[in-house]
């Protein structure tokens, strides 16, 4: 993957925290990512989140529980495809 970005600057955040809406953290990102010559990350997670909602908070952290463990049982799936020894994390979890 690398090799196929060597040309792109480095990645955007895959985690974005804003306090409110067009706060100076999303304006900054906005700018980042307007002079960023990369390639889009596909397929993207986007979590919404209101600190003063306990309900939209519960949703969110349950949202990034799912994901997390999408992304594990991903990398167990990896471990066990043929071919794919060099990329194995070699830790018992």
Request: no cysteine; hydrophobic share 25%; proline share 6%.
């Given at each position: 993957m690398g090799e196929q970005l060597s040309d792109s600057n480095p990645p955007l955040p895959s985690l974005l925290v804003v306090f409110s809406e067009a706060d100076a953290i999303e304006a900054h990102f906005d700018d980042e990512s307007q002079n960023m010559a990369e390639a889009s990350p596909e397929p993207n997670l986007i979590i919404p989140l209101n600190a003063f909602d306990r309900a939209t908070v519960k949703l969110a952290f349950t949202t990034l529980a799912v994901a997390c463990k999408t992304l594990e049982a991903a990398t167990?799936?990896?471990?066990?495809?043929?071919?794919?020894?060099?990329?194995?994390?070699?830790?018992?979890v």
């Open positions: 167990r799936l990896i471990d066990l495809m043929p071919g794919n020894e060099k990329y194995q994390s070699h830790q018992d």
